[in-house]
């Protein structure tokens, strides 16, 4: 089955203790995407990747580093998390390399930094 | 720096009634609009896709139309159902890159 992955799905953590929210896709798509979503400010991007190594900022990508070694996985990492990373995230991945395609999306990680 | 919203905010309706759904974009140098739909706490779902060179995509009830010049689309439900409720959000990649999304439109459909 085409799909995107993320895990984990829920997560609770403490400030300043490192963690890495994974990506997954098994479609062979060029692009992927990180979002997340906060109630009044909808969903925002905060990296995209176009290919392998590949990777550039999206509008708040503040406080968070993303890799792209390998095509089907695209992880978010979270150095020293805050009380205001508190969000759900979502990945995205899609087939061309500069996003115009259909995007699919993962299941979403609820997160909260304590 | 591309701007989306979409009107209304939210919207509740009798199950049957056709309904609209509006998003409005500031940079029309698209590649292309989509159309999402998002249930409570999951993630999103890809209803339709309008390539820049297009005027409207449909799929079964669902039928969006897209103006360009003016900065417009709009996504028209057919016979809606209970089953339609949920969150529609519109995003307009300029140059397809950095994906930017409208605030969405909350829709219910009462039985």
């Known amino acids: 089955e085409a799909q995107v992955t993320q895990n984990p799905r829920y997560l609770i953590t403490v400030t300043g203790k490192k963690l890495t929210v994974t990506c997954s896709q098994n479609?062979?798509?060029?692009?992927m995407s990180w979002y997340r979503q906060d109630p009044g400010l909808g969903l925002r991007q905060i990296y995209y990747s176009m290919n392998v190594e590949v990777t550039d900022k999206g509008d708040v990508p503040e406080g968070y580093k993303v890799s792209r070694k390998e095509k089907r996985n695209f992880p978010l990492i979270l150095e020293s998390p805050s009380p205001n990373q508190t969000s759900l995230y979502f990945c995205?991945?899609?087939?061309?390399?500069?996003?115009?395609?259909?995007?699919?999306f993962g299941p979403g990680t609820r997160l909260t930094v304590l | 720096k591309q701007e989306v919203t979409q009107i209304p905010a939210a919207l509740s309706v009798p199950e049957g009634e056709n309904l609209v759904l509006n998003c409005s974009f500031t940079d029309s140098a698209i590649y292309n609009l989509q159309w999402f739909r998002q249930d409570p706490g999951k993630g999103l779902t890809s209803l339709l896709l309008?390539?820049?060179?297009?005027r409207e995509q449909t799929s079964g009830r669902l039928n969006a139309s897209l103006d360009k010049s003016s900065g417009r689309s709009t996504l028209y439900i057919a016979a809606s159902q209970p089953g339609d409720s949920a969150t529609y959000l519109c995003a307009a990649p300029p140059g397809g890159q950095n994906f930017v999304f409208g605030p969405g439109t909350r829709l219910s459909v009462l039985p």
């Open positions: 309008i390539q820049s060179s297009q």
């Open positions: 995205a991945s899609s087939l061309g390399g500069r996003g115009t395609d259909t995007q699919y």
């Open positions: 479609m062979n798509h060029e692009y």
